[in-house]
């Protein structure tokens, strides 16, 4: 799950952690308001109108700029900004719409850095990563200049230590600006070690992390990513989701308690079991690599998923206009084979059937389940084997799309 960059911030300042005054505005004459309350706060006339959109590289794409003339020019920036389709290396050429602002006094800085947190998964730790070339896209860093990457691993039983701390500070290179700015960072990357935890992050990123002139480090941006499997143990979690900024059809699938995750391909798939979907996807993708054809989703309707679900789930299949064919690959176990074929036929006789249907049944009731698909006067290609649905599946989208050019 991911939350705005001043809600990042809101959280920052709840541990502690230095962040520049700022107020989020969701119209024009909010972010005036702002900025009038801003200017006369700090003293300053410069403020920063910044979008808030769950992407990166807003900065690149027009969506942060610089008001200096004060409280009327904010506002010409908020009019330009607020409304507009933002295109970021992380949005894709389709942009996001821009709902928020926030609106941000403006510093005077010494220099920018990054800093950010990741759960390590080979290792099994969190990983804290520093480098000197704050504001610039870290996956660029990694790319081209991966030796500017400083990393250390924290040791859950003792957490982040103050060496560590103070190894990536003087990797950084902050002793030029003294002893105090040291430390300020070190209790920084400890607040931050605390957050992170207490928090259930899954990422966290300070993009740039700034030192002002006066020496002080402060978090200029704000990018936390939370782990869904923890939302259980954080209620206040539903008041920070943006539904604007997500995907709908995956904020339904997980009202009705599936896993789905939307895709570029043009396949649709039905699973259960989140191995065996992982397993069709790859299958999808290498069967039909030379002619185009890849998977559209992940979708795995669990091991005890109802009809009722399994109804809900083809029919967010068949909702998406660029699915040209279905692949049902299910294995029954816990799940029988029957009530996915039930409510397949259910789904596919409610919202019209148009494009190809492969299914594969393996397991518990399959004959029945085999028997429903059969006697549902349905167009549906059986399958025996993952491969063989993956070959059928292939050709029958890349069929249809020699149909659709004739």
Known sequence: MKIHEYQGKQLFAKYGVPVPKGIAAFTVDEAEAAAKKLIADTGSQVVVVKAQIHAGGRGK?????VAKGGAAEARQLAEKILGMDLVTHQTGPGGQKVRRLYIEQGLDMACEMYLGAVVDRDRRRVAFMASTEGGVEIEKVAAETPDKILTVHVDPTVGLSSFQARELAFGLGLMKYGKDTV??????????????????????????LVVLKNGDVVALDAKINFDDNADFRHKVWSELRDDDEEDPVELQAKEAGLNY???????????????LAMATMDIIKHAGEKHGVAPANFLDVGGGATQEQVTKAFAM????????????NIFGGIMKCDVIANGVVAAAKELGLEVPLVVRLEGTNVELGRKILTESGLAIEPASTMADGAAKIVKAVSQQSKGGAA
């Open 317 to 328: 299949i068949l909702k998406s206009p660029k699915v040209k064919a279905i692949f049902v």
């Open 183 to 208: 430390g300020k960072f070190v209790r920084l990357c400890a607040q931050l070690y605390d957050l992170f935890v207490k928090e259930d992050c899954s990422l966290l990123e300070i993009n740039p």
């Open 261 to 275: 995750v939307s895709l570029d391909g043009n396949v649709g798939c039905l699973v259960n079991g989140a191995g």
């Open 61 to 65: 794409g027009g969506g942060v700029k």
